[in-house]
């Protein structure tokens, strides 16, 4: 089994910036790629950022230039630097990986989410 656990959402202001954290443990041979999505209420969860094990990364076009993913592979964790926030912003950011386990298999893990608020 594999868990995925976030850390770093709060309150913060237009403009301001927060720093998102996730870490997976367990069963992992390796990891495939981890990245973010966020759900707001009444939308449904669409994809932030994504980075994957050859080092390439995607953002959706109203992230680019303000939000960064980095990932340490050693540490089976990944970040988003969240800079610049907008209150369209304001969402329960998840954590998303997949990750191959012993067999080969690759699976899919979400994390429990955290809540990001950007309010004056």
């Known amino acids: 089994q594999v868990q995925v656990v976030e850390s770093g959402g709060g309150l913060v202001q237009p403009g301001g910036s927060l720093k998102l954290s996730c870490a997976a443990s367990?069963?992992?041979?390796?990891?495939?790629?981890m990245g973010w999505y966020r759900q707001a209420p009444g939308k449904q969860r669409e994809h932030v950022a994504t980075s994957t094990s050859d080092d390439n990364t995607w953002y959706r076009d109203s992230v680019k230039g303000r939000f960064t993913i980095s990932r340490d592979n050693a540490k089976n964790t990944v970040s988003l630097q969240m800079n610049s926030l907008k209150p369209e912003d304001t969402a329960v950011y998840f954590c998303l990986t997949h990750v191959r386990g012993a067999q080969g298999v690759v699976r899919q893990y979400w994390g429990q989410g955290t809540q990001v608020t950007v309010s004056s």
């Open positions: 367990g069963s992992i041979f390796s990891i495939v790629l």
